[in-house]
């Protein structure tokens, strides 16, 4: 017999994020955005995965929202476990692909202050203004052929209909 007992913490869990690298003649697809703390940094374009959203729809919209670029997802990258040194934690699926069809019409996210193409040099040379670790990271990861099939991801949500 099992007895499961609640202790009545809180255990912080994981957030589920998407980020998308998208690299196209050496050089790589990222924002520049406004933390909620008020500080500048570079990221992939990425965000949270939204109730009832797969992985790869979330990486879709949330590279649109922040580039107005659409975004094709081709393969993933890898999947990061990061812990913020605020204690809150990150759950990162990083894909990689291709974008077409910059709508420049489109308003950007809020907080995104613009978007730009970086070589990993560039990117290097402003570490302090990365977001985290992850992005240059994923970008390694990418550039040493870290690469799945996107069929390694699977999603069992509950249909809306029902």
């Known amino acids: 017999m099992c007895k499961l007992t609640n202790t009545g913490q809180a255990f912080p869990r994981p957030r589920v994020t998407v980020a998308s690298v998208v690299e196209r003649d050496g050089r790589f697809l990222v924002v520049e955005e406004c933390t909620e703390g008020g500080e ?3 990221n992939q374009p990425a965000g949270h ?6 992985l790869l729809e979330a990486a879709v919209r949330e590279t649109f929202e922040e580039t107005a670029w659409q975004f094709t997802p081709e393969f993933l990258i890898g999947v990061y476990l990061w812990a913020h040194p ?5 759950l990162r699926v990083c894909l990689a692909g291709s974008v077409s069809e910059y709508q420049a019409d489109s308003p950007l ?4 202050l613009g978007t730009h193409w970086f070589t990993r ?3 290097q040379a402003q570490n302090e203004r990365l977001r985290s670790p992850l992005v240059l990271a994923v970008i390694d990861d990418y550039l040493a052929g870290e690469r799945y099939p996107l069929s390694v991801l699977k999603s069992f949500l509950c249909s ?3």
Do not use: A, F
Not at 49 to 54: A, H, I, L, P
């Open 86 to 90: 605020s204690g809150s934690s990150y």
């Open 49 to 54: 995965v939204e109730q009832g959203e797969t």
């Open 40 to 42: 500048v940094v570079i």
């Open 160 to 162: 809306s209909s029902r």
């Open 121 to 123: 040099g560039e990117l």
């Open 109 to 112: 996210d809020e907080g995104i």
